[in-house]
């Protein structure tokens, strides 16, 4: 049987955590998990010289600088990773006629919407981090014709750092735990974009015409605010904090975040077939996960 060679980059990150799952026991895919210490995606020699020794047929880069506060003083950074990477990425994949599948925000815009962000809306970052994350969408349209790019939002997982944990942990330490409540979108499990990206990878060896290049949503369905998602939480774990709801602008952070951050995904579902869960019902399982822990 054939085998076919997929790179995955930013294997220790959230995303890359649980792409090693979904890809587990897949005997048709041989796949090759990098982090920087592995591959360095800004050292262009030393990536077209993997994807070429390797015989790569399909890379997906969940590598980036996510840090999204420190980036408005680490700028240089963070367009080297988010930009520059996904540039010798890009590149590199177009060189070898390999595919490229790379994960963007919803902090390309600027929030002010109050319909879902579909995938032709202007795009308007107020971050650093967006800047940078909306350079590496616009050098991978000017250097492939093979790319996918899928937006998401909000992504939590049983591994790494994230909004979710850190509501486990404080309602460890605190009786009350002030949320904002008037940022609102969408929390997306990171396992279940795992899956739709491995979806798209089943169809694309089955059929590279299913390959529709282009800039896709992904989050999971259904619409809250931070403070919603903590009070969440709380109800599932039966935890005794109080979540208090705050305004942004009484939790002052180093980098604006966009308001409204729901993301339209009629595109990637009609296109790749993809049903997309329900978040409330994924927040109980990556609990459930943790808690298995």
């Known amino acids: 049987m054939k085998k076919y060679n997929i790179l995955v980059t930013g294997s220790k990150g959230q995303l890359g955590n649980e792409l090693k799952k979904v890809f587990n026991n897949k005997p048709a895919f041989n796949v090759t998990f990098t982090d920087v210490d592995d591959l360095d ?7 077209f010289e993997f994807v070429q020794k390797n015989c790569i047929n399909l890379t997906i880069n969940a590598a980036a600088y996510t840090a999204v506060d420190r980036a ?18 890009a590149k590199v994949s177009q060189q070898n006629n390999c595919p490229l599948i790379h994960v963007s925000t919803d902090y390309v815009f600027d929030g002010k919407n109050h319909r879902p962000y579909i995938e032709t809306d202007k795009t308007e970052p107020v971050s650093m981090y967006g800047k940078s994350k909306l350079a590496g969408e616009q050098v991978i349209e000017k250097t492939s014709q093979n790319y996918i790019i899928i937006r998401t939002s909000w992504l939590y997982s049983s591994f790494g750092n994230n909004f979710v944990k850190t ?13 904002v409540y008037d940022q609102v979108g969408s929390p997306t499990y990171a396992y279940n974009l795992a899956n739709a990206i491995q979806e798209i990878t089943v169809q694309y060896f089955k059929d590279k015409s299913s390959f529709v290049p282009g800039i896709y ?17 709380m109800q599932i774990e039966n935890a005794n904090t109080t979540i208090k709801a705050i305004e942004s602008k009484n939790f002052p952070t180093p980098a ?4 409204y951050s729901v993301l339209g995904k ?9 049903s997309v869960p329900n978040w409330k019902e994924s927040l109980k399982i990556c609990l459930q996960e943790l808690n298995n822990k």
């Not at 995606?41 to 990536?47: D, G, H, M, S």
């Not at 408005?72 to 010798?88: D, H, R, T, V, Y």
């Not at 509501?167 to 002030?178: F, Y």
Request: charged fraction near 30%; proline fraction near 1%.
């Open 266 to 274: 009629e595109k990637i579902k009609n296109t790749f077939n993809i």
């Open 217 to 233: 949503h992904y989050s999971d369905e259904g619409v809250c605010s931070w403070y919603d998602l903590a009070y969440e939480i």
């Open 41 to 47: 995606i800004c050292n262009e020699a030393a990536v």
């Open 72 to 89: 408005e003083q680490e700028k240089e950074l963070a367009f080297k990773i988010n930009e520059k990477g996904s540039f010798i990425l």
């Open 167 to 179: 509501m486990l942990r404080l309602s460890k330490e605190k009786e009350e735990i002030g949320v």
């Open 256 to 259: 604006t975040r966009p308001f």
